[in-house]
């Protein structure tokens, strides 16, 4: 191969790699963002992405090249040119590839351990699942509810819980999710169920189940809703009122 | 008695099914009885009065088409029928109907069936993107839905991408290593027969009380512990799948490693023998964990075991744990033999030996030997201890480099190639490589543990487990078939059909697959019935592409039946090949070879003077013309042949 086929062939891989990053880049892939996990996901996949358009280009423009340049003529019997293999080249290709995932792997342990730092000031929330409701336990404020409502900018510890099967819990938004495995009262277990994340975004979204639980799994979903602090205080009031109505009348008294 | 129930065959098999069902229902009747029990026991998970017949009749059907009859006779101390060869080979179409030890016919026998099992569960895919067009529920109900996705992927991954691909080494490898067949001819009737089996009880679930098991193919515990009695139908089933595997697989390992041809060294091996060595080695390791963990399974549901339901101190991810370190190495054992197959094919319509052919066998053992340290990537939101996270991510991310050995080897093959590009088997060789880089890219990604904690049970995954197994596997299934098809009918098929079946399964597969990233990073979880009204659009797209991908494979169907039926003749060696099996007339002689031949070079020696792969019987003459040096002076490192 002669330089210039080479310099064209690395010229064609780095603007084929550059235009489709930048378009692949435009999309929001993962929607809007809602925790303060979120924009550090969102980036190691941004970075991904123009990693995999690399890779994509690399194989893309090769192939292409082989096609349009090698491609047999109508009737040639001939054989290609009886290259067994170039020892430098394989090398090449082993030793980079292991760098560039390395380097993936330790970026993504970075970014592993920053989104699980634990804050000193967690609000804790115990999440209950069972085939197909969701339910929301503030232990702190002995209020329960099938809403979750969590003040924003404040990390939560989600204490998570299954009653029957497996569950998973999953607000989009927020990017984290996290198995509910059940976990009987008493028994040794090693499960890890403890789930940290920080909403940033006021608003209402949806918490998804994504662990098949039958036949209600598809709609099994809550409504999660981040609001201001006084807010937040403000319906942990009203529940604590109208729950206290609604046992008040059997343990008065107690 | 009559003949037909006396003799091994087809009559006296399904009288054994009957019988076998019999016995095993009238055993539970008994004992039942004896033990002063309820004789019907119709608990959601129990039946054993269904559960012990659909063990015993499918041994009933082996029995009576004469699996175990050699055995039997062996072990009962009786004189064993000397093999009169009646065994071999197939004159008419009910040859294939019946026990047959030639691992030509036994080839063919797993590529139909496994093919009808592809194209079950291809209606089932079918029956699921109907009712994903639209949000809502309009064509199938939440229970039947879970069914349809379960045995999609069952019927898939153990009854059509694992067995296939031993059908088609089961053809070819034999032939291409100079071997008469393969090493015990019985056990591989047996390993065929078994599928039927599984198939028949996957099958046979829709027709039980509650319906087709609905658990995913993944069978999770605690939900498949206490799923109605369809999942025992898959627990049992997989039991059939996986004796198969295994028993083929070590197969396999003795065929290759003892009955190659003199001088066909290691590093004489097509790398679709390679492939296949390096898959039956995960397979004889790998698999007898899932058969494990559905056992454990069916006792927790059948004998009231404790293995994974917590609230009887059971421990409910290591269902999880167990079924992954199967199962992870299964995505290779229904890789690895694809990547034989490419090796073969763009070799032979480049011109051109494979570039790196020692790393090319290398890497497949790397791989082997990192996919049984990546299991636990699964898992990453399951809640196991958090510390394996980061050794499993490092090791997932580093098998990433192996495959690109493939990759760029395979590019590097085509570079100063010879390009055919007309045979349809490279078509699907050159698709495989583009939509394979996009299913390990987006498995880089997955890989990552905050990526995977965001895209896991997404249909990010779904998108990417299909790129991998159909852009992966199933691009290399069909070159595979388009390779050989000639070399096992003797017949050529129709290249333009052909083109037609690649090109609409190409935009088919991308129009459908493509789209399912965006929706799951945008928050659709998979395995679901129904979703939320924002994804209607992108999921009606998908369905439309989805059925375009299953017409085409018609297109398929319809070639090859016309093909072998009236195609026009192929000749021994249509593609101009070296390697051992296009030495032989299509189809092949029913004892392969006269004289075994002689491997005096590399399997891949295109554009080398005067190089050849296998001397014949026949050719003896032209070895010690002096037109070929080359031949004559490597042969005394071939550790000589017959005279």
């Known amino acids: 191969m002669s330089p210039g086929t080479l310099l064209r062939l690395f010229g064609a891989i780095f603007v084929l790699t550059v235009v489709s990053s930048f378009l692949m880049l435009i999309p929001n892939w993962n929607g809007m963002a809602g925790s303060a996990e979120a924009d550090d996901i969102d980036t190691l996949l941004d970075v991904m992405i123009v990693l995999s358009c690399f890779v994509f280009s690399v194989v893309v423009v090769m192939l292409g090249y082989c096609l349009i340049r090698f491609r047999a003529k109508p009737g040639d019997e001939s054989d290609g040119k009886p290259v067994h293999g170039n020892t430098k ?28 730092t634990e804050a000193a000031d967690q609000l804790p929330i115990a999440v209950t699942a069972q085939q197909f409701k969701w339910t929301f336990e503030y232990t702190d404020e002995g209020v329960t509810a099938d809403e979750l409502h969590v003040p924003v900018d404040q990390q939560l510890e989600l204490n998570l819980v299954a009653l029957d099967v497996l569950h998973s819990f999953w607000v989009p938004e927020w990017r984290l999710k996290r198995d509910l495995v059940p976990i009987l009262e008493g028994n040794p277990t090693d499960v890890d169920n403890v789930m940290r994340v920080t909403p940033n975004e006021e608003g209402t979204f949806q918490l998804v189940c994504t662990e098949l639980c039958g036949l209600g799994h598809a709609t099994m979903r809550a409504e999660v809703v981040v609001e201001s602090e006084e807010e937040f205080q403000q319906w942990i009031s009203e529940q604590q009122a109208e729950q206290e109505q609604a046992t008040g009348g059997s343990e008065a008294g107690a | 008695m009559p003949a037909a129930l006396k003799n091994p065959g087809m009559t006296r098999a399904l009288f054994g099914f009957l019988v076998g069902g019999a016995l095993g229902f009238g055993l ?14 119709t608990e959601q998970t129990g039946y054993p009065h269904v559960i012990v017949p659909a063990l015993t009749a499918p041994f009933g059907f082996l029995i009576g088409l004469g699996c175990f009859s050699y055995w039997f006779r062996w072990a009962a101390g009786a004189p064993t029928v000397p093999d009169d060869h009646s065994q071999h080979g197939a004159h008419s179409w009910k040859d294939y109907f019946r026990f047959n030890t030639d691992h030509k016919v036994i080839g063919i026998q797993y590529i139909c069936t496994t093919f009808v099992f592809f194209l079950i569960g291809g209606l089932a895919a079918m029956a699921v993107r109907a009712e994903l067009a639209q949000p809502g529920t309009q064509v199938v109900d939440p229970g039947f839905f879970n069914g349809l996705f379960s045995t999609h992927a069952a019927f898939m991954i153990f009854l059509f991408i694992i067995p296939i691909f031993a059908g088609i080494a089961n053809y070819v490898l034999p032939l291409m290593i100079g071997a008469p067949d393969m090493a015990f001819p019985r056990l591989n009737a047996l390993s065929f027969w078994m599928l039927p089996m599984a198939g028949l009880l996957f099958l046979a679930s829709y027709f039980v009380p509650g319906g087709a098991f609905d658990a995913g193919w993944t069978g999770y515990a605690p939900l498949s512990t206490g799923a109605p009695l369809g999942q025992s139908f898959f627990n049992l089933g997989v039991q059939f799948a996986g004796a198969s595997s295994v028993a083929t697989a070590l197969n396999f390992l003795v065929t290759i490693i003892t009955m190659r041809a003199p001088g066909m060294t290691f590093w004489r091996m ?9 898959t039956s080695l995960l397979v004889v390791a790998a698999t007898p964990f899932i058969a494990g963990a559905q056992f454990m399974v069916l006792f927790d549901r059948a004998l009231n075991t404790n293995f994974f339901q917590e609230a009887m101190g059971g421990d409910v991810l290591s269902y999880q744990h167990i079924f992954w370190f199967y199962s992870h190495p299964a995505v290779y054992i229904m890789m690895l033999p694809g990547f034989g197959i490419i090796s073969e094919v763009l070799s032979t319509h480049a011109r051109k030996p494979i570039f790196g052919y020692r790393l090319m066998a290398l890497a497949l053992i790397g791989i082997v030997v990192l996919s049984y340290t990546v299991w636990a990537h699964h898992m990453f939101v399951s809640g196991m201890f958090s510390w394996l996270r980061v050794p499993m991510m490092i090791t997932t991310l580093l098998i990433a480099v192996p495959t690109g050995i493939k990759i760029f080897s395979w590019l590097a093959t085509l570079f100063d190639s010879v390009l055919h590009v007309k045979s349809t088997a490279m078509l699907f060789s050159l698709g495989f490589i583009v939509t394979f880089v996009v299913g390990g890219i987006s498995g880089v990604m997955l890989g990552m543990v905050p990526l995977d904690i965001h895209m896991s049970d997404t249909y990010f995954i779904v998108a990417h487990i299909h790129f991998v197994l159909f852009g992966g596997s199933v691009f290399t299934i069909f070159a595979g078939l388009y390779h050989w098809f000639p070399k096992m009918t003797g017949r050529m098929y129709d290249e333009r059909l052909g083109r037609a079946h690649f090109w609409l399964t190409l935009i088919g597969m991308l129009g459908t697959f493509v789209p399912m990233h965006w929706v799951g990073l945008e928050g659709m979880p998979r395995r679901v019935a129904d979703y939320a009204a924002q994804f209607g659009d992108w999921n009606l797209v998908i369905s439309i592409f989805s059925f375009v991908l299953g017409a085409a494979q018609l297109i398929f169907v319809y070639n090859v039946i016309v093909s072998w039926k009236w195609g026009p003749k192929a000749g021994d060696n249509p593609w101009r090949a070296k390697t051992i099996e296009w030495l032989v007339s299509s189809p092949p002689p029913v004892f392969n070879f006269d004289q075994i031949p002689r491997v005096v070079g590399g399997p891949y020696e295109f554009g080398v003077p005067g190089a050849r792969h296998a001397i014949m019987a026949g050719d003896e003459g032209a070895e010690v013309k002096p037109a070929e040096p080359a031949v004559a002076g490597t042969t005394s490192g071939g550790g000589g042949g017959p005279p």
Do not use: K, M
């Open chain 2, 270 to 278: 097509p790398l679709l023998v390679w492939a296949n060595l390096s």
């Open chain 1, 89 to 116: 080249l394989e090398v090449a290709w082993t030793v980079i590839p292991t760098i560039i995932v390395l380097f993936g792997a330790a970026y993504s342990w970075i970014v592993l351990d920053d989104i699980e």
């Open chain 2, 28 to 41: 539970v009747v008994a004992l039942r009885a004896i033990s002063g029990l309820e004789i019907f026991q």
